[in-house]
């Protein structure tokens, strides 16, 4: 009950298309959910967050949806670039688990 | 990484040699982390603290232990390494066990 389930593995988009990762979670009491960015030879860096107390947020080209009746939550790239080429972790936390866990990660790449 | 080091960066060692790594914050946050990161498992929470001399174990934090005797600093240390513990730690601090920052990793290969 206290994990993340993420898909896919692996993604590979074209330059200006659509990237999307799903995550899934079981702990309804869950009510933090953030994604994380990781470029190779660094650490992960928080990139967007999201309470259930909406359904979408956007920063940019960068949406999460969140849909709580079916416990589960997205993060779309628009206008994919190579630049966006990374790991992305989705996350949560809440309830009695006050530590984030993570989701196994997506390795994205962008082909110019 | 702005103000949040860990040392080494990368370090080889031998099977059941002892190492550790540090972690040395300057943002005078509360909440410190230890995960380490490899292939297929994403990140995994070893140890964390919530204060100076307050630790508690996460999820994969047999083999290790955790100090913090200064808000500054936090230590992970493997008492006798094995291969399997051969994997890129990352530290991690927090202002409210929300949004953490990240360091740069340590890389540690146990031989």
């Known amino acids: 009950q206290q994990q993340v389930k993420q898909s896919p593995q692996s993604l590979i988009v074209q330059k200006g298309g659509i990237s999307i990762i799903n995550c899934a979670y079981e702990?309804?009491?869950?009510?933090?959910f953030p994604w994380y960015q990781q470029f190779p030879g660094k650490g992960p860096a928080l990139l967007i967050a999201i309470r259930p107390d909406v359904s979408e947020k956007k920063e940019g080209r960068f949406t999460i949806s969140f849909n709580k009746s079916a416990k589960q939550f997205s993060l779309h790239i628009m206008d994919s670039q190579p630049g966006d080429s990374a790991t992305y972790f989705c996350a949560a936390s809440g309830g009695s688990q006050g530590n984030l866990i993570f989701g196994k990660g997506t390795k994205l790449s962008v082909k110019p | 990484d702005a103000g949040i080091t860990q040392s080494p960066r990368h370090k080889v060692t031998e099977t059941g040699t002892p190492v550790t790594l540090r972690c040395h914050q300057t943002e005078n946050h509360r909440y410190m982390y230890w995960y380490r990161q490899d292939p297929g498992h994403g990140l995994r929470l070893i140890h964390y603290?919530?204060?100076?001399?307050?630790?508690d174990k996460g999820e994969v934090s047999d083999g290790y232990s955790v100090s913090r005797s200064k808000t500054e600093d936090f230590l992970l240390t493997l008492e006798s390494a094995t291969s399997s513990q051969t994997s890129v730690y990352f530290c991690a601090i927090s202002v409210d066990a929300n949004v953490l920052t990240f360091g740069a990793g340590s890389r540690l290969t146990v031989l």
């Open positions: 702990n309804t009491a869950f009510d933090y």
């Open positions: 603290s919530y204060g100076v001399k307050d630790t």
